[in-house]
């Protein structure tokens, strides 16, 4: 049973670009959520979504966007990278319902911006 | 709002010695609560989680962690360290969506656990 799928692993972009990074969920999970984990530090809260909707949102600018297909998986969307946008980004999956907070992470998409 | 605080971002302890990690969480309304656990260019794996009910909760690989409300606390203990705990240990604290489902976790800076031989 796969769990949850991200890529790509490693991607580096400079400044002003725009990146995607791709999600897919684990079997039987409906909830897709995003997270940004800098160096040293613990991960932050992007978004999360559900039925194909932003349902909760972390403090981040609008230059980070997502968005959810029918069949659960998700993308990340960063737009006029920064410096300070490198990090691991992590995809975590969940169950809507008394599962709903057990999360399954990805091995993340590392971002080096220049 | 919330928070998660984790004295110490390294611990070292000999192999076989009792590991202790310690987080203190800040909550508005009651917590769901959560150990990590993340090796070196891996993802994070859930160890344990406390929602409800028992206070003392048991995880994976013979760790435990207990929920004091009072302390507004939820240290992480392993009897006797083995070489394979090494790596970072995050705690972090949810609560319940009104929607049903669940808050983004709120993560501590993270523990660096060092085993010893």
């Known amino acids: 049973d796969a769990g949850v799928t991200q890529s790509p692993t490693h991607l580096i972009k400079t400044r002003g670009q725009q990146v995607t990074l791709r999600c897919s969920p684990k079997?039987?999970?409906?909830?897709v959520s995003w997270y940004q984990q800098a160096l040293g530090q613990g991960p932050q809260f992007i978004f999360q979504?559900?039925?194909?909707?932003?349902?909760q949102r972390g403090n981040f600018p609008d230059r980070f966007s997502g968005h959810q297909f029918p069949n659960y998986s998700s993308e990340l969307n960063v737009n006029a990278l920064l410096l300070g946008d490198s990090a691991l980004y992590l995809c975590?999956?969940?169950?809507?319902?008394?599962?709903?907070?057990?999360?399954?992470f990805g091995a993340g998409s590392r971002l080096t911006v220049l | 709002a919330q928070s998660v605080t984790q004295l110490g971002s390294h611990v070292s302890v000999s192999e076989g010695a009792l590991v202790l990690l310690r987080c203190n969480y800040s909550?508005?309304?009651?917590?769901?609560l959560f150990w990590y656990v993340q090796y070196p260019n891996q993802g994070l794996q859930l160890l344990l989680k406390?929602?409800?009910?028992?206070?003392l909760v048991k995880g994976i690989n013979g760790f435990e962690a207990e929920f004091k409300k009072s302390e507004t606390s939820f240290h992480l203990t392993k009897p006797s360290a083995h070489m394979s705990d090494a790596a970072e240990y995050f705690c972090?604290?949810?609560?319940?969506?009104?929607?049903?489902?669940?808050?983004?976790?709120?993560f501590g800076k993270g523990t660096h656990l060092i085993i010893q031989p």
């Open positions: 975590a999956s969940s169950k809507q319902g008394a599962g709903a907070n057990v999360l399954t």
């Open positions: 079997s039987g999970h409906d909830t």
């Open positions: 979504y559900y039925e194909e909707e932003e349902r």
């Open positions: 909550s508005s309304v009651p917590p769901y």
């Open positions: 406390y929602t409800t009910g028992a206070t």
């Open positions: 972090a604290v949810s609560g319940l969506y009104s929607g049903g489902g669940a808050d983004g976790l709120t």
